[in-house]
Each structure stands twice: as structure tokens, then as C-alpha cells.
């Protein structure tokens, strides 16, 4: 994907809306394919912003992450000691052993 903070990348993005009415659609969105996204310009405005369904997906999954990220703070400033449980007792209550983790695959990010 360019990059949007180089003057060059800014501007390799930028698509005038004219291009759609001169019948390059398919055209442009095979740049929106290469490059990742790309602005629509009306009058010199931008107006649109064409992305990628894979960049789509993952600008929503940052967001919702983001979203988590700040609800787990929140809870976390507001936790006291009492409201934490040791994992043996956690384990316990939902009736997990450590032989049913023994072989879990966990995901790394």
C-alpha cells in the first residue's frame, strides 16, 4: 500500500471524479487493487475514499479492537482486589483441568 504521508504516495492516491465520467472505473479500481486505497476528488475536494475490502475489514477490526482496548482499561481503573479470582478457582468453577490445556494451540499476534 503507498504510503499517505509521502508527498508522492499522497498524491498517487488522489483520483479525480472525472475519471469515473470518462469511463475509467476499472481502471481505478485496479489502482484501489495494487495500491490499497485511493481518494476520489470532486471540485478539488475529496469526497470519497475507495479501499480495498481487505483494508475495509481490517481498518474495522482496529477500530473494534481499539474500542476493547479502551473498555478493558475502563474496567481495569475501576477494579479493586476483591474483584480478581486466582486461576485455580477460575479453572475450577468452569471445570477446565490443566490436562485439557495441555495441548491447546494459542495464537500469537
Known amino acids: 500500500m503507498l504510503n499517505p504521508n509521502s508527498i508522492s504516495g499522497a ?3 488522489l483520483v479525480p471524479i472525472s475519471r469515473f465520467n470518462k ?8 489502482e484501489v487493487r ?12 475529496p469526497t470519497c475514499v475507495l479501499l480495498t475490502p481487505e ?3 481490517q481498518m474495522l477490526e482496529t477500530i473494534e479492537n481499539y474500542r476493547l482496548l479502551v473498555e478493558a482499561e475502563k474496567r481495569m481503573e475501576n477494579a479493586k482486589e476483591e474483584d480478581f479470582i486466582p486461576v485455580e478457582q ?6 477446565i483441568s490443566e490436562a485439557d490445556l495441555k495441548d491447546i494451540e494459542v495464537e500469537l499476534e
Do not use: D, P
Open 23 to 30: 469511463g475509467e472505473a476499472n481502471k481505478i479500481f485496479e
Open 90 to 95: 477460575a479453572m475450577q468453577e468452569l471445570g
Open 11 to 13: 498524491m498517487n492516491s
Open 34 to 45: 495494487e495500491t490499497g486505497f485511493k481518494i476520489v476528488l470532486k471540485n478539488n475536494t
Open 55 to 57: 483494508a475495509y475489514e
